[in-house]
């Protein structure tokens, strides 16, 4: 257990997605989860996003035995209201934050409730990601990777 009568502090980055220059592109707010082994509880990282008041605010945890070249970790989106399945927009500014802080790295693995995502940079520095995709259901029906 995380004892929360204690001050946490935890690595905090916003992200301009999709641009080179500051005050532009799609902004995301990026913490990690530092040296927890698991999330704060769900209500803490909800207080957090709307406490950011961005789109979306991504969580990240470390998975162990990674190497250098390769980042593999969990990550979670919360809006300011709830917790959503799938943000391209906010892998994309987290696969930033740990492409930072590990220059030999070309790959980050994601494990998200829509699966594992990929993102990979380039030799050129940009990043692709391929997102899921999932069939439109009948109008008036449910959608989702949750979807019954």
């Not at 970790?73 to 492409?99: K, M, N, S, Y």
Request: hydrophobic share 45%.
């Amino acid at each position: 257990p995380i004892p929360m009568a204690e001050l946490v502090q935890l690595p905090f980055a916003q992200v301009d997605a999709f641009s080179s220059k500051p005050f532009s592109g799609n902004p995301a707010a990026v913490v990690g989860m530092g040296q927890f082994q698991a999330y704060l509880p769900d209500s803490i990282l909800q207080a957090i996003a709307a406490e950011n008041n961005l789109s979306e605010t991504a969580f990240w945890l470390e998975d162990s035995g990674g190497n250098e070249d390769e980042f593999t970790g969990r990550l979670r989106w919360f809006t300011p209201t709830l917790e959503i399945d799938l943000c391209g927009h906010a892998t994309i500014a987290t696969a930033h934050v740990v492409f930072s802080s590990r220059p030999s790295a070309r790959r980050a693995l994601f494990k998200t409730m829509s699966g594992t995502l990929e993102v990979v940079r380039g030799m050129d520095g940009r990043y692709e990601m391929d997102l899921p995709s999932w069939r439109l259901p009948a109008a008036g029906s449910a959608a989702g990777p949750g979807a019954v």
